[in-house]
């Protein structure tokens, strides 16, 4: 006989809840509400993670208020362990399934409710200074290059173009956003 944990019970019907056509996760953490959406067979929250329950965490020019727009940022180090239980920080290649996906489509930002939805929280960089909200989204990947770098995702608009990427370990030294003290945003995947 197959006994299921109350949590894990618990768990699944928060998952299940419909949101004006969305599903939606429940953080027991904090009580957050999160819209979810089924990407390829992956489950992805559809909006930025506002957990502030750890060292690391920030929000855009220190304000609290720009979580519920921009969620909060991250340095390398706390995104990895930021996700609620049954979530992880996604992976590179689980962020290049979502390019190949939506390519350059306008439906990361809005659209219909299969939408990512980017929020271009910005990012706060080694030295605390907060740059670019509304223009751009980092998002941290659970890709660790070395003891100082990380992999990261990046949606940024620059004269109404958007250019979507992912670090490459090659590029460190070209591209100095990939040092895990930077705070970026994080979205999370089932697992």
């Excluded at 996906?101 to 980017?118: C, L, M, P, Q, R």
């Amino acid at each position: 006989m197959m006994r299921i944990s109350i949590t894990a019970l618990a768990f699944t019907i928060l998952i299940s809840i419909p949101v004006t056509g969305q599903q939606k996760l429940i953080d027991s953490r904090d009580k957050n509400e999160y819209k979810i959406v089924n990407i390829n067979g992956a489950i992805w929250m559809s909006e930025n993670l506002r957990y502030k329950g750890l060292p690391g965490t920030s929000f855009f020019d220190n304000d609290e208020n720009n979580s519920t727009s921009y969620g909060a940022l991250y340095d390398w180090k706390t995104a990895v362990n930021a996700c609620p239980v049954g979530w992880h920080l996604p992976s590179g290649e689980e962020f290049r399934k979502l390019m190949d996906h939506y390519g350059f489509d306008n439906t990361w930002v809005k659209g219909s409710n299969e939408a990512f939805h980017i929020q271009l929280g910005g990012h706060q960089d080694y030295q605390g200074v907060f740059f670019e909200q509304g223009e751009s989204a980092y998002y941290w990947t659970s890709v660790e290059y070395d003891e100082t770098n990380a992999e990261y995702f990046s949606y940024i608009i620059i004269d109404n173009k958007r250019i979507i990427d992912i670090s490459r370990k090659e590029d460190i030294e070209d591209i100095h956003g990939s040092e895990k003290v930077n705070k970026y945003s994080v979205r999370c995947v089932q697992n």
